[in-house]
């Protein structure tokens, strides 16, 4: 059963940066796609960025492109989020979650294997 475990997150001020982490384990981490994913209070969960399982393409949602980046590691089975240039309304509760294709990911978040998620604050 697949565990994820994100972190990294934190309180930050507008324009600042945070890399989130996100460790899995329970799957052979190498053979699946990852997504990173946040949700605000009150809404569904919604696709940030995602990556194929060997890292050779990605995909960004509108908000996140040219100021995250997505990678991953697959030695230790770890899938990060770098983000910068933050600003207040990426406020939110990030998780990252993973299919073994890639076009489900990118089609809809999955029903299960959420994490407990890590909080991001971006606030002067």
């Known amino acids: 059963q697949v565990q994820l475990v994100e972190s990294g997150g934190g309180l930050v001020q507008p324009g600042g940066s945070l890399r989130l982490s996100c460790a899995a384990s329970g799957i052979t981490f190498s053979i699946y796609a990852m997504g990173w994913y946040r949700q605000f209070p009150g809404k569904q969960r919604e696709l940030v960025a995602a990556i194929t399982s060997g890292g050779g393409r990605t995909n960004y949602a509108v908000s996140a492109k040219g100021r995250f980046t997505i990678s991953r590691d697959n030695a230790k089975n770890t899938v990060y989020l770098q983000m910068n240039s933050l600003k207040p309304e990426d406020t939110a509760v990030y998780y990252c979650?993973?299919?073994?294709?890639?076009?489900?990911?990118?089609?809809?978040?999955?029903?299960?294997?959420w994490g407990q998620g890590t909080q991001v604050t971006v606030s002067s």
């Open positions: 979650n993973a299919n073994l294709r890639y076009d489900v990911l990118l089609a809809r978040p999955p029903k299960s294997g």
